[in-house]
């Protein structure tokens, strides 16, 4: 049997009829949000039900796979299309083919606060990097629809599509795409034009998509962590204060090739030794001061990459973040001048090229404090720290006061099948994201 | 037009008439060599012409590709067998594939002077490794033979098949290949039974080609230093205590795979910083004792090999080269505690595997006296050194007195294209060669 494309799931489920408002319970009786001190739950059991029958989308061997502008992907965009229907929200697919569904508010003058993740994987990834933000973003929306709960603001859920493609999506909403980057390929084989189709927007129409400062009121995003510090400290939520910025260097370090055997220790011009150094040298320079930066060598190869010959040429990476921009100035100049002291301690040349540079992305410190006052009164143990992962939030938060929650990831594992998120930490999650979007609606 | 196989040029050149030794001059004047205080010369002019017109066989955009059991190195070898029977000397072929001409000696109770190398190359290779000691062996025998000068010894010019896919016609010769090493898959992709068979010798009767302690008086080869000693130190000639041992490890660390951005630096297991690490401490180590002593990180694969993830896993060489077998033991313990230390500091594991493990071949102390004596009496600047590099020395050294000649390479460069010795080097060496027999044959 066909697959049925995306377009067509899409299509299939737009024709179903809406789901009536007064199927769901207390969905007549408007009531006003209670204030944070007196906060309300979603229904965990709900969400974690969904989490878990996600789980067999894109499910393979090696892990999750629901890579953007695949099959599994467009199927899993299906399921959430579902969700969205059966929370009694109105869905929208957007020229840019993300995903949104509105809960009216009470006043229309208003903009919307956003709340939302993306449902795309990496290869061979786990179920809740993305996942579990938009799915929350669906119980929140429903929680307060099942209450019959209004809002002042209008609440928008959103599905970004292909955020681990590089947050394309939302770039895409804040313009920040040229018109070339639409033709770069993404690991799906498609490129990212072709990929707007295949998930239903029209390349054609992108300018409709674009948002501007003033459009959103705040946008806040649920997520794991993707690394070890809550569970370390014995937190419930981190409040994310921000997403580090990023920069990726391309480093080549030219060497001689010669013989192994015959080459004596003291006329060598050894790239691989040079490059194991720096590598040293990086690490012990991030460590050597305090902070929260990073920097990691992640991919290496040499040339001719052989036991009995000198290399001649090794080609690393380094990737460099910290939430404070001047740091990655700072790092950078640290780099180039080890590679510098590095090169003529070893008689090779070092050539940096930056394949990378993202700013950081600051938190607003009003959306900080509507979720960490939602995680007091909840009563979770929390701690503040920066999102060392890149995310959809920070793309919006160029244009609107942005916030971000985190939820603890077992073993600090992520990218993995090996990825877990414990159900009472994702209902944690989706409770603190459900009071902080009201503290917000009332700030 | 079809390329001729190897063995039927081969058996092209041994339908020949033998070149009649009365053509050459003096060829009737049988006289006593001269004493070394009174040395005698080659025709370096011919010798050059030789090494000139190789320069073509082989040749590719990439350098020389004369690659054992390749078309290449058959035209190399019938090239090589031409020169011997210009030399007036009658060729045979043994089973092993190795390449044999003979100057009978006045005394027939005496076993043989041997003297050669190969005329195999690695892929991208230069033209002077192996060729040159090839032909220089030739071009002794032939000298004599001009000279009408009789050796008391037998003097045995062998061209060795397959050295740099691990010496392995002299291997053959000294038995210390077994039926499973037969099947190995060599570098032009046929196993060495199919190779011996390619160049003309026969797998089912190798138990004919092997020689024992005993069979030869000794054996001289005249090899391209691969290093840049001599050209540093000014020095014409290097003398050659022995062929250094060779250990090969290879060392494989596991980490765990993170996220590089949301992985604090502290609660890393980074494959990659592990590696670094041991191999500048494997650097370090190595440099911290007075020798000769080398080590060599040449190959390197890290997984998954990706800019923003910790690296779980890396797989590296270590290449460990000395002439005493006792520093190869020292420092492998000393690799192995390194391994411990850095292990734990960065919570990664070290497995070692040995690739390959070779004991150093001494150059016998009465032949190292007759290469010296040459040399000083051609009035050429020499110096004792170790060969870094293997040779088919190395096996005939477990079996017969060996000794083996260096001249410069320049730049230090082997196994390149740009490999180069120049005409008068390797004139010296051909020189050395010649007065190193005559004293051989008087001692």
């Not at 709960?149 to 939302?170: A, C, F, K, Y």
């Not at 018109?179 to 029209?202: F, H, M, P, Q």
């Not at 001689?256 to 691989?272: E, K, L, S, V």
Request: hydrophobic share 45%.
């Amino acid at each position: 049997m066909r697959r049925r494309s995306f377009v067509e799931h899409a299509a299939a489920i737009a024709a179903l009829p809406l789901v009536d408002p007064t199927g769901f319970q207390n969905a007549m009786r408007w009531a006003s949000p209670r204030s944070p001190v007196d906060p309300l739950h979603v229904n965990g059991d709900r969400l974690n039900g969904w989490l878990a029958a996600f789980n067999q989308i894109g499910r393979t061997a090696g892990g999750i796979n629901r890579v953007a502008y695949t099959a599994a992907d467009f199927e899993g965009r299906a399921f959430t299309l579902d969700l969205l229907r059966q929370a009694g929200l109105p869905t929208r697919l957007d020229a840019a083919g993300n995903m949104w569904a509105r809960l009216d508010g009470t006043d229309a003058s208003r903009t919307p606060i956003v709340i939302g993740s993306h449902v795309d994987s990496v290869t061979d990834g786990g179920n809740y990097d993305g996942p579990l933000g938009s799915f929350a973003a669906i119980e929140v929306a429903r929680t307060l629809r099942e209450r019959g709960m209004r809002l002042r603001h209008p609440l928008d859920v959103v599905v970004w599509q292909n955020e681990e493609g590089g947050t394309i999506g939302s770039k895409l909403v804040i313009g920040a795409l040229t018109d070339a980057d639409l033709d770069r390929v993404a690991r799906s084989g498609k490129t990212i034009r072709e990929g707007i189709g295949l998930v239903g927007g029209d390349a054609a129409k992108l300018a409709s998509v674009v948002q501007r400062r003033g459009d959103i009121a705040c946008y806040i995003e649920l997520h794991i962590e993707q690394g070890g510090l809550l569970e370390k400290a014995g937190k419930q939520i981190g409040v994310v204060q921000g997403i580090v910025g990023l920069r990726w260097f391309e480093i080549t370090i030219t060497g001689f090739a010669n013989h192994a055997g015959a080459t004596p220790m003291d006329q060598r011009q050894d790239a691989m030794l040079a490059a194991a150094k720096f590598t040293v040298a990086v690490h012990d320079a991030i460590r050597s001061e305090a902070g929260r930066q990073v920097a990691t060598v992640g991919r290496l190869t040499a040339s001719p990459n052989t036991t009995n010959v000198i290399a001649a040429q090794v080609m690393l990476t380094v990737d460099l973040r910290d939430l404070d921009q001047a740091k990655i100035e700072h790092f950078t100049q640290v780099f180039e001048r080890l590679a510098r002291t590095i090169g003529e301690a070893t008689n090779t040349t070092f050539q940096f090229k930056r394949l990378v540079d993202s700013e950081p992305a600051l938190a607003d410190s009003r959306v900080l404090d509507c979720i960490q006052s939602s995680a007091n009164a909840l009563g979770l143990l929390s701690q503040r720290m920066p999102s060392g992962a890149g995310h959809d939030a920070q793309e919006i938060a160029r244009i609107a006061p942005m916030g971000m929650i985190f939820v603890p990831s077992v073993g600090g594992i992520s990218h993995s099948p090996k990825e877990f998120t414990r159900p009472a930490d994702c209902a944690n999650g989706a409770d603190v994201l459900l009071n902080a979007v009201i503290a917000a609606d009332q700030a």
